[in-house]
């Protein structure tokens, strides 16, 4: 199994720019596909999006996508998820995943997780 903890999260105004990482431990990180999915209170958890494992494909969903953007660097076992334009309705608890692929979008089809970061945008 991988390991995962995410980082970078904070308050930010709305319009503002937010870089969040998933750094993970374990030799075997770079055969993952990772996911980013997200959990405001009182709601279900929600896909933002996800890489392959080789970083040449992404999948977003349709609220994030033009704002948001994942990149990896397997060299040092990081996953990023650039947010961009961020709206009060981003505001949520990030999580990453580690999975089989790029275009799952059900936590159920993911197996390792992080611990979470939050996100608070203000309007």
């Known amino acids: 199994q991988v390991q995962l903890v995410e980082s970078g999260g904070g308050l930010v105004q709305a319009g503002g720019s937010l870089r969040l990482s998933c750094a993970a431990s374990g030799r075997t990180f770079s055969s993952y596909a990772v996911g980013w999915f997200r959990q405001a209170p009182g709601n279900e958890r929600e896909f933002v999006g996800a890489?392959?494992?080789?970083?040449?494909?992404?999948n977003y969903a349709a609220s994030v996508k033009g704002r948001f953007t994942i990149s990896r660097d397997n060299a040092k076992n990081t996953v990023y998820l650039e947010m961009n334009s961020l709206k009060p309705e981003d505001t949520a608890v990030y999580y990453c995943?580690?999975?089989?692929?790029?275009?799952?979008?059900?936590?159920?089809?993911?197996?390792?997780w992080g611990q979470g970061t939050q996100v608070t945008v203000s309007s």
């Open positions: 995943t580690a999975g089989g692929s790029y275009y799952y979008t059900a936590p159920r089809e993911y197996d390792s």
């Open positions: 890489i392959s494992w080789n970083g040449a494909r992404t």
